[in-house]
């Protein structure tokens, strides 16, 4: 069964420090995903990457950044916390067939004070 | 730019009565998700389909695909209180994932 692994479950946060939400998955996947899901707005994609080094913007990558400096990890970055980035952040894999579904972590919801 | 609407957003039935949730979409596509939420708890995949005339069938939920039309719909039959989640639809560009909001479904007895 594929596992996504999130660090942190709940992670509370200073406006302006430097956050990393963590997230491994341990199947292979080549692709991995960032969300933040918003209640009304659904799950809209920050960024995603589909190997080792590669990253692509989704629909709201502004305020953010993300590393994949291995393929089983895919870290998101804030690079200073505001407010408007308090919500919960879901990462996902899914293997380069298309027709197999993302696998999601458990969430991280992540509240910047 | 690749635009995913659900209707309705909130959905309240009572038990073994009928209905059906729709994801329309902008841009051609022949893969689509459907994932079910639940309070608290990650995303879990439903149902993958992936060309025109697609239906997918488990249990009390069927999801078909019209992918000339840009729909799909999520048909619930006889519904339960174990179906009360949320639903999401997602629509696959080139692993460019987008979701819709979501339909948050409440079966009452």
């Known amino acids: 069964d594929v596992k996504v692994t999130q660090s942190s479950r709940y992670l509370v946060k200073r406006t302006g420090e430097k956050v990393f939400l963590e997230c491994v998955q341990d199947m292979d996947h080549e692709n991995m995903f960032w969300y933040r899901q918003d209640p009304g707005l659904g799950l809209r994609l920050i960024y995603f990457?589909?190997?080792?080094?590669?990253?692509e913007k989704g629909d709201i990558p502004e305020g953010y950044s993300v590393s994949r400096e291995k393929k089983e990890r895919f870290s998101l970055i804030l690079e200073s916390a505001s407010t408007n980035q308090t919500s919960m952040y879901l990462c996902?894999?899914?293997?380069?067939?298309?027709?197999?579904?993302?696998?999601f972590g458990d969430g991280t919801r992540l509240s910047i004070l | 730019e690749l635009k995913v609407e659900q209707n309705p957003l909130f959905l309240s039935m009572q038990e073994g009565k009928n209905y059906t949730i729709y994801c329309n979409y902008s841009t051609t596509s022949d893969r689509l998700y459907w994932y079910r939420q639940d309070p608290g708890k990650s995303l879990e995949s439903l149902f993958v389909?992936?060309?025109?005339?697609a239906v997918k069938q488990e249990g009390r939920l069927m999801a078909s695909l019209d992918t000339k039309a840009r729909l799909s719909t999520l048909h619930i039959t006889a519904a339960v209180h174990d179906l009360s989640a949320t639903y999401f639809c997602a629509v696959d560009i080139r692993n460019d994932m987008r979701f819709g909001a979501g339909t948050r479904l409440t079966v009452k007895p």
């Open positions: 990457s589909y190997d080792v080094k590669m990253k």
């Open positions: 389909l992936l060309s025109n005339g």
């Open positions: 996902a894999s899914r293997t380069d067939y298309s027709n197999q579904p993302q696998h």
